[in-house]
């Protein structure tokens, strides 16, 4: 009888685990399946695959935004910056997203006129800054001492990097009269430079006789009207009877194509050619010279490590056909062309769309062109725009191989 009562409460015991058993177990694969449909709804917006187009793949995070994202959602903002993204991904210093908003101050600055404090920018890659090719002459960058190489660490407090080179140029630029805060790095040293913006007259093209009669023209761009300029500049010195002349493109970023093209035809052969521009699909177009020379004198060409693009487009002609002889040190080494695209809605690309080789096919990009007579500066000299003439050891060689 107490064995069967034991057996009882045994049974009662094992019911009672087996029931907590089979509870659990339910519960446990209703909570899992729950789990699971709930994980598979995020699994499905998330998952991507590697063939996936660049459409697909944004519709997929605009809605976990649209879902998930707890603030105002600006889709103007979330567009521009994905295209800005997608563009940044192909790691080129020169292609850019311009805005709608920025485009005509871009076109503005193109062609040379824009209020600002006065310098030419580009991306140091090595560093992840902008950095001064050059203050423009008589600007406020350069009557406040900023000097070529010299890297933009903040703008107003706000502190940016290498791709942020289209937002930099909008927060120097404003208003005549109005001030801007520009934070640079020289060296090690950091310096602060309070600037008032103003109208800037880009690329004076400035000339003067030296002595033995040779003729000096120096430009710091290639902007709509620089080679008319050139032209004019050069007639004006013809006439004080210069016997030769040195063109000084130290610090001259570039610019405009067409302008070096023209002044290089100032200078050449009818049907010289001047550049190969080359396509991504290796189709080349062959620039020539299309008239007679006015200009039939000795040339020495000053170059430095910012002498750059279209510069080094004027060089390299010249160079390559026996017109001019190169002095100074090696050149930047930019010989890639960008075309600038409008689209439909009012914004912009510019992009690398071709390779230039000069008119010995010789590359340039990411290369240089080396001088005939190279000199460097003395260690004393800081900076070119600031050295006197009998301190300029490159000018000096100069004069002396035209002598």
Do not use: W
Not at 253 to 265: F, M, P, R, T
């Amino acid at each position: 009888m107490e064995e069967k009562k034991r057996f009882k409460v045994y049974k009662m015991i094992m019911l009672i685990v087996l029931v907590a058993f089979i509870t659990f177990l339910c519960t446990s694969i209703g909570m899992y399946q729950i789990f699971i449909n709930s994980n598979t709804e995020k699994s499905s917006i998330l998952t991507t695959t590697s063939n996936s187009d660049i459409t697909t793949t944004l519709n997929r995070y605009k809605k976990i935004i649209d879902k998930y994202y707890l603030g105002e959602i600006d889709e103007e903002k979330l567009k521009e910056g994905a295209i800005k993204g997608y563009i940044e991904g192909l790691d080129d210093p020169y292609t850019e997203y311009i805005s709608k908003e920025d485009m005509k101050d871009y076109l503005d600055d193109t062609m040379g006129n824009f209020v600002g404090i006065g310098i030419y920018m580009v991306k140091n890659t090595e560093a992840n800054k902008i950095q001064v090719l050059a203050p423009i002459k008589n600007s406020p960058a350069e009557k406040a001492g900023i000097l070529p190489g010299d890297l933009i660490i903040a703008v107003d407090d706000v502190t940016y990097t290498g791709e942020d080179m289209s937002v930099v140029s909008n927060k120097i630029k404003g208003e005549e009269g109005t001030s801007v805060k520009v934070e640079i790095m020289r060296g090690n040293e950091t310096k602060t430079f309070d600037l008032k913006r103003e109208s800037i007259k880009v690329n004076p093209v400035e000339g003067k006789v030296l002595e033995n009669q040779i003729g000096y023209i120096e430009f710091s761009s290639f902007d709509e009207g620089t080679a008319e300029d050139f032209k004019a500049k050069y007639e004006e010195l013809e006439k004080q009877g210069i016997e030769s002349l040195i063109i000084d493109l130290r610090n001259n970023g570039g610019g405009i194509v067409d302008e070096a093209l023209e002044i290089a035809d100032y200078i050449t052969d009818k049907g010289s050619v001047l550049l190969y521009e080359v396509d991504k699909n290796n189709k080349e177009e062959v620039k020539k010279s299309e008239r007679d020379p006015i200009i039939n004198l000795p040339i020495v060409i000053l170059a430095n490590e910012n002498t750059a693009s279209s510069s080094e487009i004027l060089a390299g002609a010249l160079k390559d056909l026996g017109k001019a002889k190169i002095c100074g040190i090696k050149t930047y080494g930019k010989g890639v062309i960008q075309q600038v695209l409008t689209l439909a809605d009012g914004s912009g690309l510019k992009i690398t769309a071709e390779k230039y080789l000069t008119p010995n096919k010789t590359e340039i990009n990411k290369i240089g062109i080396e001088p005939d007579e190279k000199v460097e500066l003395p260690d004393t000299v800081q900076n070119v725009l600031l050295v006197e003439e009998k301190d300029d050891t490159q000018l000096q060689k100069a004069i002396q191989m035209l002598k």
